[in-house]
Structures are given as C-alpha cells and as structure tokens.
C-alpha cells in the first residue's frame, strides 16, 4: 500500500521544518503525495494572539512557497495546497469564502477550540494545567458539558460545511484519560450516543474522515484519531477515509501509518477503501 500524507504543519505555524524539507522527506520515503495544512490564521477574525497559527500578514507567503514547490517537484512527487481551519462557533469556520478564494487544493475542518458558557475559548488539546484551568472556568469542571460543546461544535461544523477532510475527529480524547477532572470519561459523550450521530451525519458525504496518527506521533495518546470504535461506525455509513500523519516535523510524515492501517482493517475497512490524494 502506498501512502500520501495531507496533515502538514511547517514552520510557518507549529511545524518545526520548512517546505522544501518536507518534500524532500516525503520523497525519500516513497509518498504518493504531500499536503500542506498550516494552521489557517486567526487573528483578525477572532482576536485570539497564538503562537500556532500561520500570522494573518505571513499567509501569502505560505501560498507562494507552497505553489513554487509544487512546480518545483512536478513529476517526483505530487505537493497540494491546503490549510487547516478551524471552526469556533459564531468567529470563523472552513465555510468562509475568503477561505475559498485562495484557490486551495483541499481544507482540513478541525474543531481545536470549545466556547464554553462563561470564560474564554480554549482548545481541548492544550496542556494538562491550561485544559483543566479552562475547563474549571468556563465549565465549572463540568466535563460532560465541555465534551457535548465539543461535539456541538464537530456538528456545527458538518453542518455548515466547507471542507474536504474532517480533522482528528475525536480530539476531545486527547486530555480526558489524564485528567483527574474527566478521568473515567468517555469522548462518546455521557450518552454514549455522540458517535453514532458523527457517523450518521457524514453517511453520503463527500467529506472524507482522517485517521490520524499525529497523537501517536507526538506520544498524547495510544490510538489513532478517530479511534476504533468510531472507526467502525464510520464503516457501517461507508464513510470515505483517508490516513495523515499530522506531521509537525519531516521525520514524522509516516509516522505510526503501519497501525493506522491495521486500525482501518479492524474497522472493516480495506485498502481499496483508503483515499489517496
């Protein structure tokens, strides 16, 4: 089975290696393709000051490396221009059309950030100490209630469209097991009902599910996004997926996919039904 890898981060977010070093690494290992996702910028249209996201005054200079690579590396490897945006409720999303006028090959719909009833928005996969401090204070460390906000939002974002991979879909794992706060809970949701309804929601969709394996890459957590149980869920929809790295470094590009793939035929998936871009 040949892999592509369309999960990308580059020093012009959180990455840690510059474009042309990743297609030289992809390369080298034999990729079918490379995609480019930074982190689509969000300070003008949400305030919020990060260091992860592509700055909005350096996005143009990401496009015109990313397309001088493509041209650059034509008939050795195939490079696609993509982002990834993320959905905070009411501030930004995939679906916006300036997003669309960039002329991108893909985009990646993420839901990073929970808006919780009081405090800021923070992100589900912060740090231990900044993910619990959010959630005592904008959920009264009510982590059922942060993990329903958070599935809303996955909903939201399905709903309102947009994008062509769906992101680390159950994100929301990624704190839960080492929390005294939400140890014991499930990213099901307290109904335990949550996944079925993402599955059913995708069923008929062109939007094709991501099984990343940036969490194992970067050693957050012991299973791929989405892990096996929703997983086979997606299956019984026959819903498209596709395996990433979520690589933040070139060393990472194909990191962990030998499980990823394991997962997927566990899921009742076979590598025919694998998009590759």
Same mark, same amino acid.
């Given at each position: 089975? &040949?892999?592509?890898? #369309?999960?990308?981060?580059?020093?012009?977010?959180?990455?840690?290696?510059?474009? =042309?070093? %990743?297609?030289?690494?992809?390369?080298?290992?034999?990729?079918?393709?490379? *995609?480019?996702?930074?982190?689509?910028?969000? $300070?003008?249209?949400?305030?919020?000051?990060?260091?992860?996201?592509?700055?909005?005054?350096?996005?143009?200079?990401?496009?015109? =490396?990313? &397309?001088?690579?493509?041209?650059?590396?034509?008939?050795?490897? &195939? @490079?696609?221009?993509?982002?990834?945006? +993320?959905?905070? =409720?009411?501030?930004?999303? /995939?679906?916006?059309?300036? #997003?669309?006028?960039?002329?991108? +090959?893909?985009?990646?719909?993420?839901?990073?950030?929970?808006? /919780? /009833?009081?405090?800021?928005?923070?992100? @589900?996969?912060?740090?231990? /100490?900044?993910?619990?401090?959010?959630?005592?204070?904008?959920?009264?460390?009510?982590?059922?209630?942060?993990?329903?906000?958070?599935?809303?939002?996955?909903?939201?974002? #399905?709903?309102?469209?947009?994008?062509?991979?769906?992101?680390?879909?159950?994100?929301?794992?990624?704190?839960?097991?080492?929390?005294?706060?939400?140890?014991?809970?499930?990213?099901?949701? %307290? +109904?335990?009902?949550?996944?079925?309804?993402?599955?059913? %929601? %995708?069923?008929?969709?062109?939007?094709?599910?991501?099984?990343?394996?940036? *969490?194992?890459? &970067?050693?957050?957590?012991?299973?791929?996004?989405?892990?096996? =149980?929703?997983?086979?869920?997606?299956?019984?929809?026959?819903?498209?997926?596709? #395996?990433?790295?979520?690589?933040?470094?070139? +060393?990472?590009?194909?990191?962990?996919?030998?499980?990823?793939?394991?997962?997927?035929? $566990?899921?009742?998936?076979?590598?025919?039904?694998?998009?590759?871009?």
């Amino acid at each position: 089975m &040949r892999y592509s890898s #369309i999960h990308t981060h580059t020093l012009f977010c959180d990455g840690k290696d510059d474009v =042309e070093t %990743l297609c030289r690494r992809a390369w080298e290992k034999g990729l079918v393709s490379l *995609g480019f996702s930074s982190h689509a910028p969000v $300070r003008q249209k949400t305030g919020f000051v990060t260091d992860w996201h592509i700055p909005d005054e350096k996005l143009g200079q990401y496009l015109d =490396e990313v &397309r001088a690579a493509k041209s650059r590396w034509e008939g050795r490897l &195939r @490079v696609l221009l993509g982002l990834e945006v +993320d959905y905070i =409720e009411g501030l930004m999303g /995939p679906s916006a059309k300036d #997003i669309h006028a960039l002329g991108l +090959d893909y985009v990646i719909g993420s839901v990073h950030y929970v808006v /919780p /009833p009081r405090g800021s928005p923070f992100t @589900v996969d912060e740090s231990l /100490p900044e993910f619990e401090a959010g959630l005592r204070e904008g959920f009264s460390g009510d982590a059922g209630a942060m993990i329903a906000t958070y599935w809303d939002a996955v909903e939201g974002m #399905i709903h309102a469209g947009g994008f062509d991979v769906l992101g680390h879909v159950d994100l929301v794992k990624k704190n839960l097991a080492k929390s005294p706060l939400t140890k014991g809970l499930s990213a099901n949701d %307290l +109904d335990g009902r949550r996944f079925s309804r993402i599955a059913a %929601l %995708l069923e008929g969709s062109p939007v094709v599910v991501e099984i990343n394996t940036g *969490g194992l890459n &970067r050693g957050y957590v012991e299973e791929t996004y989405p892990g096996l =149980e929703l997983l086979r869920l997606l299956r019984e929809r026959n819903v498209l997926v596709t #395996i990433t790295a979520d690589a933040h470094c070139a +060393d990472q590009l194909d990191g962990h996919y030998e499980l990823a793939r394991e997962t997927l035929l $566990r899921a009742g998936y076979t590598e025919a039904d694998c998009v590759q871009w």
